[in-house]
């Protein structure tokens, strides 16, 4: 499909083919929730969220699509179990590959002949990229897209938010470390010079749990990110603690969900899933 290369990037089936027109626009009134998880910090685990907010709602029956908009580094991909997938072109539209019934996922990881090969873009160039996954996919009728943004404040998130309207949510992810929390305040910010909502905080990572007795202990401390949202008046969402299933969980493609009912994770998502608008 080389011949297909837009000439200003190197993803498989990307045509600059300027349709951002009502047609294109459309789509997303097909879109009743739009929620974008953001974070200010890197290695908050913030594609984990992400991908399994999206598989929760997707098994309780609510039609779901999961957009990775990280251009650098796409991890859906791996998270979900779809790496070395390859979405198709099928004109006017982009197909997005089907993780199970009810959930669609669109990754740049999809578009790449090579899982390996750096991207090496500037801000116009991704901008129209992610301009093209979100009006371009078929994501059909969803009950929630969810998007996953790189950490900070830049190109990315700017895009989505502009992309998507006023009525996209953000969902602000930390840990309960301080460092992390300076950061994660400036996407609070972010948020509020763009003029877009926030659904509310999770604090992850907070506490580990222990594998054998799976009581949690607060090796990284622990009420930061709620604090952090009394601050600022944000609603807070919940801890999701630090296990290592999730760790393993990842590597192998399965989602949070897939845990014993009585897991302390799997619990800490469900109350945060059951906050979420819509739900």
């Known amino acids: 499909m080389s011949e297909n290369k837009c000439g200003s990037c190197n993803v498989e089936g990307c045509k600059s083919r ?12 097909h879109i ?22 999206a598989v929760a709602l997707s098994e309780a029956g609510k039609k779901v699509g999961l957009l990775d908009v990280d251009v650098h580094g796409p991890s859906i991909p791996r998270l979900l179990g779809l790496k070395g997938k390859k979405a198709k072109l099928k004109e006017p539209w982009l197909i997005p590959i089907q993780w199970n019934e009810n959930l669609k996922v669109m990754s740049l990881g999809f578009l790449l002949p090579d899982d390996n090969e750096a991207v090496i873009w500037r801000g116009p160039v991704k901008g129209g990229l992610i301009k093209q996954l979100i009006e371009e996919v078929a994501w059909g009728n969803l009950d929630y897209l969810i998007v996953d943004c790189p950490p900070g404040t830049g190109d990315e998130p700017l895009s989505v938010m502009q992309i998507l309207g006023k009525d996209a949510k953000g969902i602000i992810v930390t840990t309960p470390q301080g460092v992390a929390i300076d950061d994660v305040r400036r996407s609070i910010t972010f948020c509020n010079k763009v003029e877009n909502p926030i659904v509310g905080i999770i604090e992850n990572m907070s506490g580990f749990v222990c594998p ?17 949202a009394r601050e600022t008046g944000v609603k807070f969402l919940g801890r999701i603690p630090l296990d290592m299933e ?16 009585d897991h302390p994770v799997k619990k800490a998502l469900s109350k945060i899933v059951a906050q979420l608008p819509g739900v």
């Open 18 to 29: 300027g349709k951002a027109d009502a047609k294109d626009k459309a789509c997303l009134d």
């Open 32 to 53: 009743k929730n739009k929620l974008v998880v953001l974070s200010g910090k890197g290695g908050v685990g913030k594609s984990t969220v992400a991908a399994n907010l």
């Open 212 to 228: 054998k007795c799976k009581e949690v202990s607060d090796i990284f401390g622990s009420g930061t990110g709620e604090a952090l």
């Open 246 to 261: 999730i760790a393993r969980a990842g590597d192998m493609g399965r989602a949070i969900t897939e845990l014993p009912e």
